[in-house]
C-alpha cells in the first residue's frame, strides 16, 4: 500500500531549512494578510488548485525526474504515479461526478513549453496522451474518447468537459474542446476554438470553466515575445474570434524578460499572472483579476520574482525566487510556493 511520506522526507532537511527561511521573508505587506511557505523547489513548475488542493511538480534529484505533489490541509505527499522527465502540464478541475481530478499528458518527446519562458517554436512536445489521476481511488489512467489523432497536451477539465492543444506533424498547435461521453445516439465530437497569433509556441496555459476557457498565447517575432490572455466562450459560435484580456510585449532580451501568463477562474472572477524577471527596480510582477464582464482589472502586488500563480476560491498560490538570468531555474536558494490569503486589489 502507498503511504504518504512526511513532508521531511519529501523535500528533505536542507529544503526544510530553505522552507524556514522563505517563511521568514515571505510577503505580509498591506496587500497580503497573511501567507504561508508550503515547499521549496530548486526549478519552476505549472501549478494548480482546486477545492483546497494545491499539485506542482516536484524535481526528485535522486532520480532525476520530476514528481508530481500535492499539498491539502497542511500535508503534503508525493502521488503515487510515475514520475516524468519535465514538469507536468497538470490541471485541476471536478470530473463529471464532481469529484477533483488532474489531467496531465505524458509525452514522447517532452518539451515543457507550459513553464515559464521556456517554450520556443521549434521546441513543441509531441507523441502526448492525456491522462487523468483520480484522488479517490488514487489511479491513474489514460483518457479516452480523445477525439482524431495527434499529439495532445496542456488538457483543463470541467466536470465532462475538457479542453486541450492538438498539433499534427508539424502543423501550428490548435486548441479543441469536446465532451468526455457522448451524447444519446451520438458521438462525441471536438470543436476548434479561436486561438492567437502564429510564430511561436502558441498556447503555454489553459483553465476551462462552465461556459469559459481562458489560456496564455505567446508568439515570437520582429525580436520581441508577445503574450497574450485570451477568454474563449462555449459553445463557440461560427466565425468567433478569442478575446483579448490583456497583452504584453518585451523585447527579445534576456536580461528582461516579461510575460502574462497562468490564468485560472476562481469564485467568477478571472485571474492571472504578470511576471518580470529583470533585476531593473522597481519590479513589475503583479496578480491581475478580471470582472466577468472583462471590462474591469484590478491589480494586487506580488513577490519578485514572480514564477507562477493559481487562484482557488481566496487563496492564490504563488511560486517566487530570486531570478538567475532565466525562469526555469531558481538559483542556490530555491523558488519557494505560498499560499497567499487576503489579498487586497486595487
Known sequence: MFRRPSLAAVLGAAALALAAAAAAVAPRSASAQSSQTIAVEPFTSKISAYAGLVVWSHW??????????????????????????????????????GRVVAVYSRCSRER??????????????????????????????????????????????????????????????????????????????????PGGSSGGPGPVSLDLDQVQLAFSWQTLGGGE???????????????????????????????????????????????????????ILPAGDAFERVTPSGTVTATATAPHALRGQVRDRSTTYALYGAYAGQFSSCGLTGCALIAITGLRYR
Open 112 to 193: 515543457a513549453v507550459w513553464v515559464l519562458g521556456a517554450g520556443t517554436p521549434t521546441t513543441l512536445p509531441s507523441g502526448c496522451v492525456l491522462y487523468r489521476y483520480d484522488f479517490t481511488t488514487r489511479r491513474e489512467g489514460r483518457i479516452g474518447g480523445i477525439v482524431g489523432s495527434g499529439s495532445f497536451y496542456l488538457p483543463t477539465i470541467w466536470h465532462d468537459e475538457i479542453a486541450y492543444v492538438r498539433t499534427r506533424g508539424s502543423g501550428a498547435p490548435e486548441l479543441f474542446a469536446q465532451p468526455l461521453t457522448a451524447p444519446r445516439r451520438g458521438r462525441i465530437a471536438a470543436v476548434a476554438l
Open 225 to 279: 515575445i508577445s503574450s497574450t490572455i485570451y477568454l474563449d466562450t462555449l459553445p463557440v459560435s461560427p466565425r468567433a474570434a478569442a478575446t483579448s484580456i490583456a497583452a504584453d510585449a518585451e523585447a527579445g532580451d534576456a536580461r528582461n524578460p516579461g510575460f502574462l501568463d497562468f490564468p485560472s477562474f476562481a469564485s467568477g472572477s478571472l485571474y492571472y499572472g504578470q511576471f518580470d524577471g529583470s533585476s
Open 60 to 97: 526528485d534529484a535522486a532520480g532525476g525526474a520530476y514528481r508530481l505533489m500535492d499539498h491539502y490541509r497542511g500535508r503534503s505527499e508525493v502521488l503515487p504515479i510515475a514520475p516524468r522527465r519535465v514538469p507536468f502540464d497538470v490541471d485541476l478541475g471536478p470530473d463529471a461526478r
